[in-house]
């Protein structure tokens, strides 16, 4: 699933049968390597929903057992460490031979596990179209740092330079 399709995305509570508000942004926790959280617009406020306390997250909704799981936003709290899209879209891509990549254009995660599964970069091109589109797995990461996100390239061999599987017999 790519992150944005969180955005505007549905909040439920199961327990109380409510609307609790929409996703304003997904929040990530690149050194885990996974979404960490999501900011929801409320009409009470904004809130934090950590990615511990989503039951599922399906095409139309995100549930949750109840609204008590939410978080009030603080500073000095464990969500200061995360990222949201528009912090990571900002990151530049250098991989370990300091090629320059892009920029991260899209982020995809598992919506069961919350896991990221792959980075996406992009570099060049007229108002995003052309250029060059590089997908990066998530297990690619070293660090992530202010401005730059470090990556290794180093590639799966292929069929053919595998060694053949040897059969039990």
Request: glycine share 12%.
């Amino acid at each position: 699933m790519n992150a944005t399709d969180l955005k505007d995305m549905t909040v439920v509570s199961l327990q109380e049968g409510t609307k609790l508000g929409r996703v304003e942004e997904p929040l990530f926790d690149l050194a885990a390597r996974q979404l960490g959280a999501v900011q929801v617009k409320g009409e009470e406020g904004t809130f934090l929903l950590p990615f511990a306390e989503i039951q599922s997250i399906g095409a139309d909704a995100i549930t949750v057992s109840s609204s008590q799981v939410t978080q009030t936003p603080s500073s000095g709290g464990a969500m200061d460490a995360l990222l949201d899209l528009r912090a990571l879209k900002r990151l530049k891509i250098v991989d370990q031979a300091g090629t320059f990549l892009g920029t991260l254009s899209e982020v995809d995660v598992d919506p069961v596990s919350g896991q990221i599964t792959k980075l996406v970069a992009h570099e060049g091109g007229v108002l995003g179209l052309g250029g060059t589109t590089t997908p990066i797995p998530s297990t690619a990461i070293v660090m992530v740092g202010q401005e730059l996100l470090t990556v290794t390239t180093e590639t799966e061999p292929t069929d053919a330079a595998s060694p053949p599987e040897q059969s039990g017999g």
